[in-house]
């Protein structure tokens, strides 16, 4: 016996095609696109010709186990030290996924600072803090509390920005940070500044380490990404 859709379904047929074909295109426009990436391969440039520039001196290249593979170029900074990155054209509508390779030794507080939206000039921005991580809209929170992450271990941090103004945080790809932030916190100004702690008292929230990636795209990955 053969099928024949009845009336009906021919009348709805061609709209549900049409909404899946808009829908796969919605989601294709949104693709998060990868802008900038920094494998740190005794060059401080991405292939796209971005270049970050070093906070303080004493940054160096060296050889170091990632991830239980065989040793590769990585960068290390002391205590105090980190990178500056320019955002032209990194992220156009304010949605934006940075994610970051990186170990940390323990600092000389709980609060160790990964990622500073403002330039060095206000305490707002991304954490470290007792081994979890924590958005800071403005002055300094307690820590959440978390286990502590071994001295040396490489861990995986992305930071996320949908059109919506949602903010995630992931953490070994553990969801540990979603709010919508107040304005001006966890949006791209001129400068992206890493692993240095802002010129606000105490100024001292950072500690040692070294990165081995970091990736930067235009849209908020999805948590499968």
Same mark, same amino acid.
């Given at each position: 016996m053969t099928y024949r859709p009845s009336r009906l379904a021919r009348a709805v047929m061609p709209a549900v095609v049409a909404c899946a074909a808009m829908a796969a295109l919605a989601a294709s426009a949104h693709a998060a696109s990868l802008q900038a990436d920094f494998h740190f391969n005794d060059t401080r440039e991405a292939p796209s010709g971005q270049q970050m520039s070093d906070i303080g001196s004493g940054n160096e290249f060296a050889d170091e186990r990632v991830d239980g593979e065989p040793p590769r170029p990585v960068l290390t900074f002391p205590s105090g030290n980190g990178l500056s990155l320019p955002t032209d054209g990194l992220a156009p509508s =304010?949605?934006?996924?940075?994610?970051?390779?990186?170990?940390?030794e323990t600092g000389t507080t709980a609060r160790r600072k990964l990622l500073d939206f403002a330039g060095g000039t206000a305490d707002a921005g991304l954490y470290l803090c007792d081994g979890e991580l924590l958005l800071e809209s403005s002055t300094?929170?307690?820590?959440?509390g978390g286990p502590g992450l071994p001295d040396? =271990?490489?861990?995986?941090v992305v930071l996320t920005r949908d059109a919506m103004d949602n903010v995630r945080g992931y953490l070994d790809g553990a969801q540990q940070i979603s709010e919508v932030p107040a304005a001006g916190v966890a949006e791209f100004g001129s400068e992206l500044r890493f692993f240095r702690d802002d010129n606000v008292l105490p100024m001292d929230e950072h500690a040692a380490g070294a990165v081995a990636r970091i990736r930067i795209y235009d849209d908020a990955l999805s948590p499968e990404e």
């Open positions: =304010g949605s934006y996924s940075v994610v970051m390779l990186l170990r940390l300094a929170s307690p820590c959440p040396d =271990g490489y861990v995986q």
